[in-house]
């Protein structure tokens, strides 16, 4: 496995897989790797020849007071795990190298950027796309991984690709949970025991939703309320939003006719996490 941190080392690597006719695919990452970032690498590797993993924490995706500087980083571990899993090299840039100096370009998508994350966490989308649309443009992938946990970011970067007529192919790999339900997430590492306790609640919001659905229930209202509720029970736990949206579109619907995506975001002591379901009916 090679470890490629300039542009040019990582233009040369897919350079030389496209000489050979090799499908490369690229699972963009910002470390803390877990089992859900692993399974995208699977599934790679079983579509690609060549697999590329990044590991880059974006800094234009968080925001004033967010964690940039504590987020999780050991790209030793990280390329000790992607090894185990054959890929083929990582791509680990430094801000620096990602992002010239006086760069005043930027990639957003209007009428999305600014739903579910991208209300509470303003600028965060235009920071995923810019970056995400960089590494399209440097790793020249086929086919590019991402994770149901970050539906939004998907429905946008879609939306990105399609718009811009970028020529790559966007799969969605499944949530993974943990055996309590928990969503993986590199964030978890943040929580207390009683925190990590608590921020259950994410899942139990949405497997209540899921419930009502299930047994006929198509308001919006009342699966949005029904879901809040649940967050009542977790005095350590804030709820930041919890929605019923088109899958898609990320637009608001207020009956479920077709697929809808149910996402929460809520706050476990100091801790931001985001879970989802969809339904389908």
């Known amino acids: 496995m090679r470890l490629l941190n300039t542009i040019g080392e990582m ?21 803390a790797l877990h089992e859900g970032h692993l399974s995208l690498v699977r599934v790679a590797r079983e579509r690609c020849n060549s697999v590329v993993v990044s590991i880059f924490v974006n800094p234009t995706q968080f925001g004033p007071n967010e964690d940039f500087e504590k987020y999780p980083r050991n790209i030793d571990r990280d390329c000790e795990l992607l090894e185990r899993e054959h890929v083929d090299a990582v791509f680990a840039p430094s801000a620096e190298e990602m992002y010239s100096p006086g760069a005043v370009s930027w990639v957003t998508v209007e009428g999305m950027s600014d739903r579910l994350c991208g209300k ?6 235009r920071g995923v796309t810019t970056v995400v649309c960089k590494l399209f443009n440097v790793v020249q992938p086929e086919i590019a991984f991402f994770g149901q946990k970050d539906a939004a970011q998907v429905a946008i970067i879609r939306r990105m690709v399609r718009d811009l007529n970028v020529p790559v192919a966007i799969e969605v790999g499944p949530i993974v949970r943990e055996a309590d339900g928990l969503a993986m997430s590199s964030r978890n590492a943040y929580l207390t025991p009683a925190e990590r306790k608590s921020a259950l609640v994410l899942y139990r919001s949405l ?14 209202e009342k699966l949005i309320a029904a879901g809040a509720h649940e967050f ?9 939003y919890f929605e ?38």
């Open 120 to 125: 509470s966490r303003p600028g965060h989308f």
């Open 207 to 220: 497997q209540r939703a899921q419930q009502l659905f299930d047994r006929g229930e198509r308001s919006a």
């Open 244 to 281: 019923l949206v088109d899958p898609d579109s990320l637009q608001p619907i207020s009956t479920i006719s077709r697929g809808a995506l149910v996402a929460v975001a809520g706050f476990v002591g100091k801790t931001r996490l985001i879970d989802n379901v969809l339904l389908n009916p």
């Open 232 to 240: 009542q029970s977790e005095p350590s736990a804030r709820l930041d």
């Open 11 to 31: 233009r040369a690597f897919s350079s030389q897989a496209q000489m050979r006719d090799r499908v490369l695919g690229l699972v963009p990452t910002m470390g």
